[in-house]
């Protein structure tokens, strides 16, 4: 199915093609010397700005219908052209905008794929980090009891020094 842009360019083209006829058909009925190819070349070279002059109307209505005929027809023909050439570029950068977007969605893919790898990394390393944690925190616990165990047996241990200590002197004195 033809689209709306699609239709639009058909019908610029059809515009130009309809105003070359046009003119091939009133300049091969004014100028009684000219053959449908004299009318057809003269207007496709006058229409594209090209005029070689080596065909040029001879009667008085011939010149003012051709002097008319270019005015609006250059006009009308650079308009639908450029319409139509807007139309191709416009495609090729959609074409091309579609390409780079196929290639970069694997880039893409291949950075998600590594963020999720990135993802199961980290949370293996926090699952790991909370159990030694909490092995920490439970010989953290051990090592305070013990500490304090030590503690008692040092002041325990320091008592005795002193006592020793003390019954040193005395047994020296």
Known sequence: ????????????????????FLGTIMF????????LIDSFYFSVSSLTTVGYGD???????????????????VGIVLASLGFVGKEFLSREELKIRRSYYRENK???????????SVKKILRKNTKELKQ????????????KAVARKEALDKKDLDLKIKTTKKLVRKSKK
């Open 55 to 73: 065909i040029t109307p001879s009667s008085q209505l011939g010149k003012l219908i051709a002097a008319l005929y270019i005015l609006f027809g």
């Open 106 to 116: 694997h880039k893409g893919d291949e950075v998600s794929s590594q963020i999720e």
């Open 28 to 35: 091969w009925s004014l100028e009684s010397t000219w053959t």
């Open 132 to 143: 030694q944690a909490e092995i920490i925190q439970k010989d953290e616990k051990k090592i």
């Open 1 to 20: 199915m033809i689209s709306a842009r699609d239709w639009k360019v058909v019908n610029a083209v059809v515009v130009v093609f309809l105003w070359i």
